[in-house]
Each structure stands twice: as C-alpha cells, then as structure tokens.
C-alpha cells in the first residue's frame, strides 16, 4: 500500500488550494481516511476524515473552510482549502486504515495504519 499527497507549496491568505493523496496497493471506497498536519514544533493533529459510508468530520479549525472528499474511481482522496489563513502552515499527511472498520476518528492518528510522506502547505503573504 502507497499513499502519495500532492498540490502542496505555498500561497497566499484567503487563498484556495487542493490536495490530492493517491493511493495504490489498495481501494480506498469503503474504508476511513484522514489528512492530519503538523506544523513546526507543534503536535500531529487531526484536520478531516471520512468514513466508510463517506460521512466527513473536520476539526473545529478547519470547519466551514476545507472540504474532504473520496474519488472512488481515481483511487483518491482530497482536501479542498479555501480560506486559507497562516496558521494552516504545517505538513499535510494523508492517512488511511485498510482494515474497513467502524472506528474513524481524528483523534485516534493510531488507528491508521498506512501514512503519506506529506506535502508542504505554506501559507503567508
């Protein structure tokens, strides 16, 4: 199982960008993913996931601005970011659990057990 991110690298606040995380070795229809970032001398934290029916939950920072979503077709997942303030600067990682369990949820980054290699997001002016 690979997990590849891209369409990181940097922008402007109030500005959008879309993440795109392919995956290969695996479908991802039908199970839990997750982006998670971390910024410099912070924690890991939880952004968005979507379960295995394709219900989303976002942090509370991220709400009303990202958007994550699944292209069963394309094998990929998405991260739609709009809004974009400075404080979203962090490397993004996509995260999934090939297992199709019940359990998604961002504050359990354990339970995923295949990660990305991330994608720079930067954002400043």
């Known amino acids: 199982v690979q997990l590849v991110e891209s369409g990181g690298g940097s922008f402007q606040p109030g500005g959008s960008l879309r993440l795109s995380c392919v995956a290969s070795?695996?479908?991802?229809?039908?199970?839990?993913m997750a982006w998670f970032r971390q910024a410099p001398g912070k924690e890991r934290e939880g952004v968005a996931r979507i379960d295995i029916f394709g219900s989303t939950s976002y942090a509370d920072f991220v709400k009303g601005r990202f958007t994550i979503s699944r292209d069963n077709a394309k094998n990929t997942l998405y991260l739609q970011m709009n809004n974009l303030k400075p404080e979203d600067t962090a490397m993004y990682y996509c995260?999934?659990?090939?297992?199709?369990?019940?359990?998604?949820?961002?504050?359990?980054?354990?339970?995923?057990?295949?990660w990305g290699q991330g994608t720079q997001v930067t954002v400043s002016s």
């Open positions: 995260a999934a659990d090939t297992r199709r369990r019940l359990e998604c949820r961002l504050d359990t980054p354990w339970q995923y057990n295949y």
């Open positions: 070795g695996y479908t991802v229809s039908g199970t839990c």
